[in-house]
């Protein structure tokens, strides 16, 4: 299945039906009077999240989506049938934006919610319903109201509890693979993952959602390489792994490019609990180890992880941090008791 993130959609509420003008006539029935039923309501246009979709690749294919138009009324004072409406099935993460991809309309981020996109039109009133003590046989009837038409912008944000950053080949997808039973393409030149995976990774009997998107390269914020188009699926992450690579000339400068990038994608990414792993350490001695980690140190300002993903050593010390920092997440996001029992 191919993956897709972002899509432009068309939707179209049903019209409703128009009212009817009849009139009775009957054998010896003299005055039979107006009978001229409502017209149907137009179906609506829903969005819905469901389980088992990661992609949005079904809208490439289909963008105009449009409800059914309610019938009109007919004699007897017979109603018309209401229009069927249409549900947009979407996965869990998706925001729905107006058409200047800003304004956020709607973010479904579980299973089961639904949002009304666009409301069907009332069915327009019979000439039944116009007829008074002094007009008993009205002429007239309403028609029924349009339908809302909306151009919209579906954006897929994967719901994770961690992502990976870092720059091409600084080991992204080797880490992804080593840790979880995803099974991301890796080679020895960049630019190997070309959209995010996701992964379940495990720890001291424990789970957590691991996200890896395409690497960023100095410049991304202004369109080079893949651009930063990718970095909205770790805006949802608790804690984000930035993963550089040991074998670099530069390590210092390689965790500057992409924190400058982050900088510049969002301040909300930046800003976001970060653990920073020097990987790639078994192709490194002892002292060339100490003099890259003590430099990486130094340029992010917090303590550096030596890992290598390729062989699992010191891979269980990440996840345990990371661990940490979603468990601190999930505390902070769970609601307080608002009362304590007492006996």
């Known amino acids: 299945m191919k993956f897709l993130d972002l899509a432009k959609i068309q939707i179209r509420s049903g019209s409703g039906g128009d009212g009817c003008v009849s009139f009775r006539r009957e054998k010896f029935i003299e005055f039979g009077g107006p009978d001229g039923g409502d017209g149907g309501r137009g ?55 107006e058409e200047d991809q800003e304004t956020v309309v709607a973010d479904l981020t579980e299973v089961g919610q639904r949002v ?120 949802r992450c608790a804690v984000l792994l930035h993963l550089v690579d040991g074998t670099s000339e530069d390590v210092a400068q390689d965790f500057a490019v992409i924190d400058r990038e982050l900088a510049l994608y969002s301040p909300t990414v930046h800003d976001k609990p970060r653990i920073v792993g020097l990987n790639k350490i078994d192709a490194l001695d002892a002292e060339t180890l100490a003099e890259r980690r003590a430099s990486l140190e130094e340029a992010a300002g917090r303590r550096v992880y030596a890992l290598s993903a390729a062989t699992g050593d010191g891979v269980v010390a990440v996840l345990r941090a990371l661990m940490s920092e979603i468990d601190a997440r999930r505390q902070a996001d769970e609601p307080e008791d608002s009362a304590s029992w007492r006996p």
């Open 43 to 97: 179906g609506d246009v829903w969005a819905e999240c469901v389980p088992a979709l990661n992609t949005l690749i079904d809208f490439r294919y289909r963008q105009h989506f449009l409800a059914q138009n309610g019938r009109p009324g007919m004699g007897r004072q017979r109603t018309g049938k209401d229009g069927e409406d249409v549900v947009l099935k979407v996965p869990a993460g998706t925001e729905i934006l």
């Open 116 to 235: 009304l996109l666009a409301k069907g039109g009332n069915g327009g009133w019979g000439n039944a319903r116009f007829k008074t003590a002094t007009n008993q046989a009205p002429r007239r009837a309403n028609p029924g109201q349009d339908g809302v038409e909306r151009v919209l912008w579906l954006r897929l944000k994967l719901i994770a509890d961690a992502g990976l950053a870092g720059l091409p080949n600084a080991g992204k997808s080797t880490f992804l693979a080593a840790t979880s039973n995803a099974r991301p393409k890796i080679a020895d030149y960049p630019f190997t993952t070309l959209h995010p995976n996701l992964g379940v990774v495990g720890v001291d009997g424990r789970e957590f959602v691991l996200a890896d998107i395409p690497g960023l390269i100095e410049g991304a914020s202004e369109g080079r390489g893949l651009g930063d188009q990718f970095l909205g699926h770790i805006e």
